[in-house]
Structure formats: C-alpha cells, structure tokens
C-alpha cells in the first residue's frame, strides 16, 4: 500500500495552505492521531475545505486477531472507470465516469505505541479542487458535484446489481448440477444393486445338487 517514491510524492514536515483566504492544516508524514477515526475524521475535514471527495480505498489487517493496521484513503478521482458490457456482450450505454486517475492519497499506520501515523502523503490532484471553507465555490458547483456523485454511485449500483445476478446464476447453476448429479449417482447405485442381486441369483442356479 505505500511503495513509491515517497522522496518525490510526500509532504516531510508541517505545512499550511490558504484556501480562499482561510488557512488549512494540510496532513505531513509522522503526523499523529489518536485512532483511526480521528485520523480519517481529520482527512474528511481537510477534503471537504481544500476542495475534493474522498474515497475510502484499502485496508491492511492483522492476521492475528483481525484489527486494522493501516487505511488507506484517497481522492475519489482516483482510478479509471472500465468499460461495461452486457451478458450478451454488447457494450452498455457509456457513462460519464468521475474518477481520473488521479493520484492523491494519504496512508495511516497503526504503530507500537497505539498511534495512527501518516506515512504516506500524495498532496498534488490531477484536476481542478472546489476550493473554498464550505467545500464548493458556488450553487453551481456544488450541483456540478453532486451530480458527478449520484452518476458514481449509479455505476456502482449497477455493476453491484450485475455482479449479483452473476452470483445467482452461478448458485442456480451449482444447485440444478448437484441435482442431476445426485440423481445420476442414485440410477448408479440402483444398478449396481440390481447387478449384484441377478448376480447372486446366477450363483445359487449354477451350484451342483445332489439327490438324497
């Protein structure tokens, strides 16, 4: 989850920037959090005053007992949408997508000390940030986000929907196996049994008799 070039990509020490005039604490590898709530509450903040989404992306955790060790967050432009298709195979009706590859990120670990540190830090965005205290310039831009949002999440909806029809076909399809298969095992096993008894039946007609 962290490698790279961190040299090149991460912020080393303390900074601040001004967003529309208001001074905004931006995160800095070795920053400290109490938990990983207060982390990600942090970040969210952050987000929401210099202009973007966040999207809540990987999740390292322990193999011991489960807990978390490192998340990973990001902005939800991150990544590129694949192209759909149908299960005929023709191609679905394109979208517009609201990731763009970008790559801003920022990476929390859990350490020995019970703290939550940022060890990784991508501050720079590949498009333009709503920038202002509130989150969004105008009406406008806000519309203009909230429609980017509901288009994301009605493509995940659908590929959520698609992936559940495909796991009900497949259910369908192990359940209608298994009954065929069990129905072919019991003919086997009645004709195994029908074989043994004309078998047996062979065996006692063929046995010498004697006269008393």
């Known amino acids: 989850m962290d490698k790279g070039n961190e040299a090149d990509h991460t912020c080393l020490e303390k900074s601040t920037s001004?967003?529309?005039?208001?001074?905004?604490?931006?995160?800095?590898?070795?920053?400290?959090?109490?938990?990983?709530?207060?982390?990600?509450?942090?970040?969210?903040?952050?987000?929401?005053?210099?202009?973007?989404?966040?999207?809540?992306?990987?999740?390292?955790?322990?193999?011991?007992?489960?807990?978390?060790?490192?998340?990973r967050l990001g902005c939800n432009k991150q990544g590129f949408s694949p192209n759909n298709k149908g299960t005929l195979g023709l191609e679905k009706k394109l979208r517009h997508s609201a990731r763009e590859g970008c790559k801003a990120t920022i990476l929390f670990k859990l350490e020995k000390s019970g703290k939550w540190v940022v060890s990784r830090f991508v501050k720079d965005h590949n498009h333009p940030l709503i920038a202002t205290a509130n989150g969004f310039n105008?009406?406008?831009?806000?519309?203009?986000?909230?429609?980017?949002?509901?288009?994301?999440?009605?493509?995940?909806?659908?590929?959520?929907?698609?992936y559940r029809e495909k796991l009900m076909s497949f259910i369908n399809n192990v359940e209608e196996e298994t009954v065929e298969m069990?129905?072919?095992?019991?003919?086997?096993?009645?004709?195994?049994?029908?074989?043994?008894?004309?078998?047996?039946?062979?065996?006692?007609?063929?046995?010498?008799r004697y006269c008393t």
């Open 18 to 71: 001004i967003f529309d005039g208001v001074e905004v604490q931006e995160p800095y590898v070795g920053m400290e959090f109490d938990s990983e709530e207060a982390a990600k509450k942090f970040y969210f903040e952050y987000a929401r005053r210099v202009g973007f989404a966040v999207r809540v992306m990987q999740r390292r955790r322990s193999g011991i007992d489960g807990r978390t060790l490192a998340r």
């Open 138 to 162: 105008s009406a406008d831009d806000k519309d203009k986000k909230i429609a980017e949002l509901t288009i994301e999440l009605e493509r995940q909806d659908e590929l959520c929907a698609a």
């Open 182 to 208: 069990s129905t072919r095992i019991q003919l086997i096993i009645e004709n195994v049994r029908r074989a043994e008894s004309e078998l047996q039946k062979c065996s006692q007609n063929s046995k010498p």
